[in-house]
């Protein structure tokens, strides 16, 4: 009976021993290729080479004063239109709106530098709204991450593509105002700013609609308005008088006595738009705007939906700047003495 039985044993172990270590040896192969996938998704390489910028695509370079360092960055033209491109817009834009904002940057600071307006001795603009915002390389990279390769690659190649071209009216560099988003019009220059310009009038644009940012409320207390607006208001604020410019924003509004501009009353409370309404409700003023920005030149959703729709980037500058024209730098006899400084 002994030796009957310790064969029996034997044979009942290593079947116990394989049902164990067989299952094993066939998942580790997986587990570790499971990792290596997931290791793989954690951090993609970015595969697609970068286009970039030629620096000898510009005849001359910007001065950008750097608000948080107060240092100044000497950026190629092209290279600086770029990265104001990825900056002001979303790099998810249609390619001709991107191609649109690049004439819209590149124009404005070439009127600018033109007109001899540097902030100082140092530096042409800031990188702040009060001129185009500016973010370097480092920056854009840290803000897109894995995407950085791909976004900047199609802002840098509408850059390329357009180039030396700006806008002009009667052979001059235009003012190229721009802006988020409209209330489905743009604003006359003169009914937000104080000066009129021919190229800046209101027209139609129907696509901001789509903008996510196309309707806004904001609520605020009636005492903290009156003490921003230093007036006392009546019992009913929504009976105020209030005046329509052309592009159906608030030219002026009458309250406690007091008359404001429809811009006053936006930048005092911080509106989105100076296309408000107003709603009062428990002790609170409810503001309603449509639109985003000062609603002057170029609107970018609006851009953005012309391209959808199959306008190209001439065709969009054409729409928000009445009149105006895209025209090579070099061609323009009063940009020679800029764009060939040694001649």
Known sequence: MKNWKRPGLLTFLFLVLMILIIPAVIVIP?????????????HPKETTPMIEVPDDLSPFSIDVLRTNTNQVEEVPLEKYVARVVASEMPANFEKEALKAQALAARTYIVQHYSNGENISEQADVTDTVDHQVYKNDSELRKQWKGEYTANMSKINQAVKDTAGEIITYEEK????????????????????????????????????KQSPKFLDQKVLSVQEVEAKLGVTFPA??????????EGNRVSSIEVGGKKFSGREIREKLGLRSSDFSIDQKDGHLIFTTKGYGHGVGMSQYGANGMAKQGSDYKEIVQHYYQGAKVTEMEQLNSLQAMINPNE
């Open 30 to 42: 997986f587990i570790d290729s499971g990792n290596e996938q997931r290791i793989t998704e954690q």
């Open 173 to 208: 560099p235009i003012f190229a105002a721009f802006f988020s988003t409209s209330n489905g019009y743009t604003e006359n220059s003169e009914d937000y700013w104080k000066n009129a310009f021919p190229y800046l009038k209101s027209v139609e644009s129907p696509w901001d």
């Open 236 to 245: 009913d604020v929504t009976a105020s008088r209030i005046n329509l410019t």
